[in-house]
């Protein structure tokens, strides 16, 4: 009953009414933008050294013991900590979320990957329900436009409003990179009343704030690799609670990785209609 009635609080008082928004302080989106720098450069540190996947900066060993266990069907899933000089990049009011998965799909080849993951009108039927609505909005080239309303439900539900640049980049021909930042995210109050409507984008509850995304696709050993490297950003959570909340900012995007990358090799090796 003690935990019932400290959840129904923590409910009530992180995720209850508007008058407990948040706002999305400067300094918090600048140290963020400090992380996504620091996290890109250490990307393009790896194409040097040629380790385009995370699995490639493991000793001997282990990596080769990675790529067995992909090429079985399981998923490689890290979490990942970002530094800049040597040093943690310190977030004044908030929270960064960054993880990475791998997932081997047998037989499949590089532009069937791409093509599942350049088609934004199909995402809300391939990833659902976590997106739930998905839209090309342009495409020039190797740059688009998407809007995606994302849904996560754990002790509440999130319903988020997001639009994102997204830019393609080739690496020889077994290699493509899609990098999706987030430019507008807006939380949905009362999703599917008659009432819906968004709270102020940086001026909500602050479940993410930011969201950057990086798909990595390699062909080779008979088959692609998919990897996806995310990085969030959230508000803080308030010490009382954080016995029952740190768990799940844990699990949440771990989890939703792990569906996000099943998922994309399930609308790959679906049968063609």
């Given at each position: 009953m003690k935990r019932v009635l400290l959840i129904a609080w923590f409910i009530a008082a992180f995720a209850g009414a508007p008058a407990h928004a948040t706002e999305l302080k400067p300094e918090t989106a600048a140290a963020f933008d400090r992380y996504v720098r620091a996290t890109e450069a250490q990307m393009a540190d790896d194409i040097g050294r040629d380790q385009f996947l995370v699995v490639d900066r493991l000793p001997g060993e282990r990596r080769q013991e990675a790529y067995n266990r992909l090429q079985e069907g399981q998923i490689y899933i890290q979490e990942l900590h970002s530094r800049e000089d040597d040093s943690r990049i310190f977030i004044p009011g908030g929270l960064i979320h960054h993880w990475v998965g791998v997932i081997f799909i047998p037989h499949a080849n590089l532009a069937e990957v791409v093509a599942v993951l350049r088609n934004y009108d199909a995402h809300q039927e391939i990833y659902k329900p976590q997106i739930r609505r998905s839209r090309l909005?342009?495409?020039?080239?190797?740059?688009?436009?998407?809007?995606?309303?994302?849904?996560?439900?754990?002790?509440?539900?999130?319903?988020?409003?997001?639009?994102?640049?997204?830019?393609?980049?080739?690496?020889?021909?077994?290699?493509?990179?899609?990098?999706?930042?987030?430019?507008?995210?807006?939380?949905?109050?009362?999703?599917?009343?008659?009432?819906?409507?968004?709270?102020?984008?940086?001026?909500?509850?602050?479940?993410?704030?930011?969201?950057?995304?990086?798909?990595?696709?390699?062909?080779?050993?008979?088959?692609?690799?998919?990897?996806?490297?995310?990085?969030?950003?959230?508000?803080?959570?308030?010490?009382?609670?954080?016995?029952?909340?740190?768990?799940?900012?844990?699990?949440?995007?771990?989890?939703?990785?792990?569906?996000?990358?099943?998922?994309?090799?399930?609308a790959v090796m679906k049968p063609a209609p």
């Open positions: 909005i342009e495409r020039n080239g190797d740059e688009s436009k998407v809007f995606l309303q994302l849904f996560n439900k754990s002790l509440v539900t999130v319903v988020l409003n997001v639009n994102f640049d997204v830019r393609d980049t080739q690496f020889r021909t077994t290699r493509r990179q899609i990098a999706t930042r987030s430019t507008r995210i807006a939380e949905v109050s009362h999703p599917g009343a008659a009432n819906e409507h968004e709270l102020p984008a940086g001026n909500d509850h602050g479940y993410m704030w930011r969201l950057n995304s990086y798909w990595r696709i390699e062909e080779k050993d008979g088959g692609t690799y998919v990897q996806n490297e995310s990085v969030e950003l959230s508000r803080t959570i308030p010490v009382v609670f954080a016995w029952l909340v740190n768990p799940l900012t844990k699990s949440i995007p771990r989890n939703v990785l792990v569906h996000l990358l099943i998922d994309t090799r399930n």
